[in-house]
């Protein structure tokens, strides 16, 4: 146990000396483009070991949740462990996010301890970080399209899309199959049952959120091909006076 935490301390270091030394290379930027930046890199990071762990290492989280953990298992959740310690005291020091965000960064950070310290359950740890990762690629894409100005296109348009798809896909059908495997299994503890469901109930209210953003983006949609016919019909209009 004392080799896990050294192992999540260095971890931790090493995700803020990343910040650092992006935000001293990278000093023409805010300090929010950075830490997204060290976002970006650790959702892509996650995705790739935890996509190998469920999908070729194994065990298949589906039919053998609270199995014990394996060296790679622990490896991405301390990896993991590290990025969340890490963000959550960004956020609160800069007081960027919400009390959702801060209650999911909290949730994940409790989840991965339990886990690391039962020593079982991670391939369920290892496949909740895959599918709660898989979006935030296209997440901190949005974020860096408005900055640069080039959200109101066609690439974020996709990248919305792409966004909501994944996000619905993922988080609430693939996730509440992944749930309902976990609460009928008899290996699993009760604890990391009520943290699974504590979960995926976040994962709802999160779901609301990305309902209304879907309803704004439709009504914009519809406007602005509105707006496109409006000009189109006023341009014909035009030339037949002309």
């Known amino acids: 146990m004392a080799l896990l935490v050294v192992f999540s301390l260095l971890c931790l270091s090493c995700w803020a000396s990343f910040y650092f030394i992006l935000c001293h ?9 950075n830490c997204r930046l060290v976002t970006l890199v650790h959702g892509i990071l996650a995705v790739c070991i935890t996509a190998y762990i469920g999908y070729v290492d194994g065990p298949w989280p589906f039919t053998y949740p609270g199995t014990k953990n394996t060296p790679l ?49 991670g391939i369920e740890s290892c496949a909740v970080l895959f599918g709660s990762e898989i979006t935030n690629p296209l997440l901190q894409a949005r974020w860096f399209l408005k900055q ?18 994944l996000f619905v896909v993922m988080r609430i059908f693939v ?28 994962s709802w209210v999160f779901m609301v959120d ?33």
């Open 210 to 242: 990305i309902v209304r953003f879907a309803r704004r983006k439709r009504k914009s949609w519809h406007k602005q091909q509105r707006d496109q016919l409006e000009a189109v019909a006023a341009n014909g209009h035009e030339r037949k006076k002309d």
């Open 25 to 33: 290379f990278n000093g023409s930027r805010s300090y929010e483009w």
């Open 73 to 121: 298992q622990i490896s991405a959740m301390v990896v993991s462990l590290g990025y969340f310690i890490f963000d959550m005291a960004w956020c609160v020091y800069f007081r960027t996010e919400g009390p959702v965000m801060l209650a999911h960064h909290t949730m994940s950070i409790l989840g991965i301890l339990l886990t690391l310290w039962l020593g079982e359950s």
């Open 148 to 165: 640069t100005g080039h959200y109101r296109s066609l690439l974020g348009d996709v990248v919305d899309v792409l966004f909501v798809l």
């Open 175 to 202: 996730g509440g199959t992944m749930l309902y495997c976990e609460l009928i299994s008899p290996r699993p503890r009760f604890f990391i049952k009520c943290g699974g469901v504590a979960m995926y109930a976040l």
